[in-house]
């Protein structure tokens, strides 16, 4: 069966400092994957997708990147993180363009 | 991508009232998704209308997609406590768009 694995699960970084969220999935092939950001009480902002290795589509310009060294691996990263970068950061996937969306458990990120 | 507005933003009822949100696009959607997200959670798939006017149910829950594939609603007939969560819409296509959710609140 496919699961997703995305880490760490909270995470509490400084203004300024750089940020490496990874996500993982096992049991599936060629997944589009998917990186969305989640204010406190508020909806799901799409950041990044990723149809392929190496293909990245950004959604918000920012101080964010992603990265998709491997079939199965989504890297969002940051040099310098922002206050306004805290919130709840999900992965997905799926096969397709219509299938269903899996999320990961999220990481929760505070900015001090 | 597909952009779709969802009302109301919050909905707070007394248990077994019933709850209904609403999902709508500006342009023709390919098909529709809902997901619940629980507090504290991740969304997790609910179902998928492809179909004009096609209707789905699932126990209490029941999904609508209109006739012009334009608007979608999802039921929920006698509320529980554990219905509790935000309930998201999203246009499918590449690009993946949700609403901004219904936050539903349940009082015992």
């Known amino acids: 069966s496919q699961t997703i694995h995305q880490w760490p699960a909270t995470l509490v970084q400084p203004v300024g400092s750089p940020l490496s969220l990874e996500c993982t999935v096992e049991?599936?092939?060629?997944?589009?994957l998917y990186w969305y950001r989640q204010a406190a009480g508020r909806g799901l902002q799409l950041l990044f997708y990723s149809v392929g290795i190496g293909q990245i589509s950004s959604e918000v310009p920012q101080n964010l990147s992603a990265s998709r060294p491997q079939d199965r691996q989504f890297i969002l990263s940051s040099k310098k993180l922002l206050l306004s970068d805290s919130g709840f950061y999900l992965c997905a996937w799926r096969t397709g363009l219509n299938g269903p969306l899996h999320f990961g458990n999220g990481t929760r990120l505070t900015v001090t | 991508g597909q952009q779709v507005m969802q009302i109301p933003q919050y909905q707070h009822v007394q248990e077994g009232e019933d709850f209904t949100t609403y999902c709508n696009s500006s342009?023709?959607?390919?098909?529709i998704q809902w997901y619940k997200q629980r507090p504290g959670g991740h969304p997790v798939f609910l179902i998928q209308l492809v179909k004009s006017g096609e209707v789905k149910k699932q126990k209490r829950l029941t999904f609508q997609f209109g006739e012009a594939k334009k608007n979608s609603s999802l039921h929920i007939t006698a509320t529980q406590t554990t219905d509790v969560g935000t309930y998201f819409c999203?246009?499918?296509?590449?690009?993946?768009?949700f609403g901004a959710g219904t936050r539903l609140t349940v009082k015992p």
């Open positions: 049991g599936t092939s060629n997944p589009n």
């Open positions: 999203a246009g499918s296509g590449n690009d993946m768009r």
């Open positions: 342009t023709t959607l390919s098909n």
